[in-house]
Each structure stands twice: as structure tokens, then as C-alpha cells.
């Protein structure tokens, strides 16, 4: 029986590091194509808008089905639910103008890093979580800021890709530290 426990933790290992991989080459070039498409709300920059908490539902998904064995996914079924409502929010946002965009953007990153963190440190036996636990924080953090920058007289697009970036680079933390941790174990 303790195999086969183990077998389970070092397949939803595997299939985390994954993920996390994908998630970090994901934010990189959304990032990029939206510093490319500029701080206008093109219909570009909607799509890419619309595609981030849409792609972040899709890995909450995988990430769910891969964990079962392993534990709870009561947080990531709440991120699920959180970012499928941010798709949906930053597509209508998108109608009225940058500042509703960063509004529901930030309303996402607060309740969506909320989450992250909760779910980092129920991982944290599992190693390579504290990036994970960091991101959820910095997430917070963004959020507030993204709101506030809403009431700015030329609120921008511009920091969204920042925010990606740095939520990609997590994910390739932790993702490394997952392999070092599986190594050693």
C-alpha cells in the first residue's frame, strides 16, 4: 500500500511539474503578444484578455484531475469557479474600457491568489510550493494595485503583462524546485 501512495505522489509530481511548465510558457507569450498589441482594447487585446482566466480554468482543471489521489481540490475548484467568472467579466469589461478591464482583472488576481496561496501551502510537503505560496501573495497585492490604477486619467494594459510575466516565472520556480524535490525523495 505505501508503493503504491508513493507511485500516486510522484505521478502527481510529474504531472504538476508539468503543468507548471506549461503555465510559465503560457503567461510568456501572452505576455508578449499583449506588450506587442499595445494598451488599447483592440479586439487582439480582448481575445487575450478573455484567454488568460480562460487558460487559468483549463490548468485548474488538469491540475484537479492529477491531484485527486493526493489530496483535496476543494481550492482549485474554487479557482475554477473564480476564473471562469473572470473570463466571462473581462469579456463583457471589455465593452466599456481599460478601466472596468483592470477592475475585474484585479478583483481576479486578489480572489484568484487568495486561493493560490491556500492551495501552496496545503502542498507544502509536497515541496517546490513556497514560489507558489509567494505568487499567491504577490497576486493579492497586484490586484489592489490594478484597482486602483482603474481610476488613473489613462489607466494602461501594460501592467497585466507584467503580472503574467511574474506569475510565469513562478510557476518555472516551482516547477524546478519540484524536480529537485523528486529527486531527493
Known sequence: MASTASAEHVGATTALRR???IRFVFAAAWAALLL???SDLTVGAKVLLFLY???DVVAAVVDARSSRAGG?????????????LAAVGVAVAGTSGVADVLRVWGAWAILSGLVQLLVG????????????IASGGISVLAGASFILGASQDDPSLT?????????GIFFLVSAIRLSRSARQG
Open 72 to 84: 483535496s481540490v476543494k481550492g482549485l475548484y474554487a479557482n475554477i469557479a473564480i476564473s471562469s
Open 159 to 167: 501592467n497585466l503583462a507584467g503580472y503574467a510575466t511574474l506569475g
Open 36 to 38: 506587442m498589441s499595445g
Open 53 to 55: 482566466p480562460a487558460f
Open 19 to 21: 503543468l507548471y511548465v
Open 121 to 132: 501551502v496545503a502542498r507544502r510537503p509536497m515541496g517546490g510550493q513556497w514560489a507558489m
